[in-house]
């Protein structure tokens, strides 16, 4: 069963409203993801963080912004919802291990989000 | 930087038949390769991965996938595919150690596979 948790499931939001997305993980994994995946297109890895107090950019530039203040917890906010923001956000983890152990990834099950 | 491509947006197989979704990658060197799968509205499930060894990986649900070097590729296949097998399939590749992109996933952009009874 999965371990790691995103709420909302399902967001509908106005233009101009500022949201967070919630993602937490009970395996102690050190590495953390957000991906956003429109429809018929990959994945566009958006952040990610290797441990409490690292945050990085992804490929995908993005409007978001993450934290990682305990290990378990990366939420995603968005200061002001916009119409382009609407998509769905995949929050991954992975454990430390290093070579392709570290490639264990575990998906939350989304949240689909969409500004109107 | 490494890619993925998955040629085929959407195959519709019988049920019963044999399944084979294409996956090509770029990378410089051998990649760490894998196969998932999504069901609507759900998260990404890890199928099988590649690291190293045989070419010729098992995975859950009675998938397999063939790393053929030579061809850049690593395509999924399933001996008989069953209406649960239904679902959107993403492969995936992931740098070895060294370099910036190390411990990143990058996804192609999936095949959806609808099964007809």
């Known amino acids: 069963e999965a371990d790691i948790y995103q709420t909302p499931r399902y967001l509908v939001i106005g233009t101009g409203k500022k949201i967070t997305l919630e993602c937490s993980q009970t395996?102690?994994?050190?590495?953390m993801y957000w991906y956003q995946q429109d429809p018929g297109m990959e994945l566009h890895l958006i952040h990610y963080?290797?441990?409490?107090?690292?945050?990085e950019k992804g490929d995908l530039s993005s409007e978001s912004t993450v934290s990682r203040i305990r290990t378990e917890h990366f939420p995603l906010t968005l200061e002001s919802a916009r119409p382009s923001h609407t998509s769905q956000y995949l929050c991954?983890?992975?454990?430390?291990?290093?070579?392709?152990?570290?490639?264990?990834?575990?998906f939350g099950s989304g949240t689909r989000l969409t500004v109107v | 930087a490494q890619s993925v491509t998955q040629p085929d947006i959407h195959i519709t197989v019988s049920e019963g038949a044999s399944l084979e979704l294409r996956c090509n990658y770029s990378y410089g060197a051998t990649p760490y390769l894998f196969w998932y799968v999504q069901s609507p509205g759900q998260g990404l499930q890890l199928l099988l991965k590649?690291?190293?060894?045989?070419?010729l990986v098992q995975g859950i649900k009675g998938f397999e996938a063939e790393f053929k070097r030579s061809q850049s590729s690593f395509n999924l296949r399933k001996p008989s595919v069953h209406w649960s097998d239904a679902a959107e399939y993403f492969c995936?590749?992931?740098?070895?150690?060294?370099?910036?992109?190390?411990?990143?996933?990058?996804f192609g952009q999936g095949t959806i596979l609808t099964v007809h009874p």
């Open positions: 590649y690291f190293s060894g045989d070419t």
């Open positions: 963080s290797y441990g409490v107090n690292s945050t």
């Open positions: 995936a590749v992931g740098a070895r150690a060294g370099g910036t992109s190390y411990g990143k996933l990058t």
């Open positions: 991954a983890s992975s454990e430390s291990a290093t070579g392709g152990s570290l490639y264990g990834y575990t």
């Open positions: 395996m102690g994994h050190d590495k």
